[in-house]
């Protein structure tokens, strides 16, 4: 199983640059979402997809637009990429485990993309 | 808001040996749910351990257990036998039941093991 697949793993952009990062599962999750990793800053969230046709702003949106594709598919796009947007962006996708009381969603990551914005 | 925290940016143990890793939160939720992540060099988010709110037992997954203290708000992940490739970056998380499963991460330890 691929589980959740990003590409590219590695992209460098110059100041105004626009991009998109895509993410695909195999799992058929219901929710995705996109997270940015900065150097002793954990993950934040940036956009999350609840489910197919959905899509809801986390703790750092600005900058960047999503588009739940499908099921299976969740994109990243950043428009006139910034510096401030170096980063390392993971896409995880979840399910719902019902053998939890209220379910707790259990995300499975993918491998990471590595983003520098000139 | 619910916050993580971790106060031990590094860690170093010895092959072999015990290592604790302290985490704490801060939430007004009663149902709610705690993760270990693991990050080796490779990038990749590996989940170590889960522990439910509700239930006093603390988790344990082989070499993996945690020491879930709910009133204290505390959640420490200790490793035992610790070895070579244990050594990663390793991040406490919490998400609540009934969101739309956003996780909130510490901003992680990084733990050596010395040979």
């Known amino acids: 199983n691929a589980g959740v697949t990003q590409t590219p793993k590695f992209q460098v952009l110059k100041t105004g640059q626009s991009m998109t990062l895509q993410c695909a599962q195999d799992m058929n999750h219901n929710s995705m979402y996109w997270y940015r990793q900065d150097p002793g800053m954990g993950l934040r969230l940036i956009y999350y997809?609840?489910?197919?046709?959905?899509?809801d702003k986390g703790e750092v949106p600005n900058g960047y637009n999503v588009s739940r594709l499908n099921k299976r598919e969740f994109s990243l796009r950043l428009e006139s990429a910034a510096p401030s947007q170096t980063s390392v962006y993971f896409c995880?996708?979840?399910?719902?485990?019902?053998?939890?009381?209220?379910?707790?969603?259990?995300?499975?990551f993918g491998a990471g993309s590595r983003l520098t914005v000139l | 808001a619910q916050t993580v925290t971790q106060s031990q940016p590094e860690m170093s143990v010895q092959e072999a040996e015990t290592v604790t890793l302290s985490c704490t939160y801060d939430t007004s939720e009663s149902d709610y749910y705690l993760f270990w992540y693991k990050q080796p060099p490779s990038r990749q988010m590996i989940l170590v351990i889960r522990?439910?709110?509700?239930?006093?037992q603390n988790a344990t997954e082989n070499r993996f257990s945690v020491n879930f203290q709910k009133a204290a708000k505390s959640f420490s992940l200790k490793i035992s036998d610790s070895q070579l490739g244990d050594a990663a970056m390793y991040f406490c998380?919490?998400?609540?039941?009934?969101?739309?499963?956003?996780?909130?991460f510490g901003k992680g330890t990084k733990l050596s093991v010395k040979p």
């Open positions: 995880a996708s979840s399910y719902r485990d019902r053998r939890l009381a209220s379910g707790a969603n259990v995300l499975t």
């Open positions: 997809s609840a489910s197919e046709g959905t899509t």
């Open positions: 522990q439910e709110a509700y239930k006093q």
């Open positions: 998380a919490y998400n609540y039941g009934g969101s739309q499963g956003n996780l909130i």
